[in-house]
């Protein structure tokens, strides 16, 4: 009888002693498991973040794609906006294969007469014909800048940020500098500090002022609206052409060590500056 309860009690013990010292190592062992990149692939990655980080588009706006039937996987139309890409998957927008790149930001110092457009068929000469060796990844304009307008245009293949430097609500800044075609008076500078309505809609002008140390000719403005042509429009209602436009600040960037027709990549802190906004 001893003998049984000592070896009962032997069992026990051992039985009781094994996951005090095996638990907590499986514990910890799995948690370093599922923290991995490799763990997390296999769990795929849902389609909007998907094709937002191949550079199309914002999560928002893929969502709406996806709904409209742009996006196949493996041949499969897909209009389940929380569908889960696994690693293996061929997913196609509109019958082009996307897959998700490092982002990049590039910024240019446009020249005139270069249109803001990715091609154009009429074989005029456009922005993606200056950043031809910039990067290998598919990046985009972000806004728009007509063809006689020069100065600072950003591209990227982060839809999301994109998304955010173009939506009137974050306040982005642009600074121009315009050549008139004649003085502008103070009168009329006056205007431009009041209320402002161009196409029966108000245009919030955050700055305008003389150039200091150039004729009244040379105007700057600060405003954030992303309406076409809205600068051009705003010296126009007030019987004035803009002879020559430049954009000399976005969103705190500036042309500084930039000559016209050349670009760069951002540093990581315009980067994380830009991604605050």
Known sequence: MS??????????????????????????EYKKIKS????????????????????VCSRREADVYIEQGSV?????LVTEMGHKVMPDDVVKFDGTSISPEEKRY????????????????????TVMDLITNATKERVYPVGRLDR???GLLLFTNDGDLAKKLTHPKHNVRKLYHASLDKKLSLADLQKLRDEVIIE??????????????????????????????????????LGYKVVKLDRVVFSGLTKKNLPRGRWRELTKQEINTLQMV
């Open 3 to 28: 003998t049984d309860r000592n070896s009962s009690r032997g069992r026990q013990q051992g039985k009781s002693n094994r996951p005090l010292q095996r638990k907590p190592k499986l514990k910890k």
């Open 36 to 55: 991995t990149p490799k763990a997390d692939s296999l769990a795929g990655i849902r389609l909007n973040k998907y094709i937002s980080n191949s550079g």
């Open 72 to 76: 196949t996987i493996n041949g499969k």
């Open 106 to 125: 590039i910024l240019l110092n446009k020249p005139k007469n270069y249109i803001t457009t990715m091609d154009d068929d009429r074989g005029r000469k």
């Open 148 to 150: 006689n307008t020069t």
């Open 200 to 237: 029966g809609r108000k245009v919030f002008i955050d700055a305008v002022s003389y150039v200091e140390g150039e004729r009244k000719t040379e105007v700057g403005i600060e405003i954030h609206s992303g309406r076409n042509r809205i600068v051009r429009k705003i010296f126009e209602n």
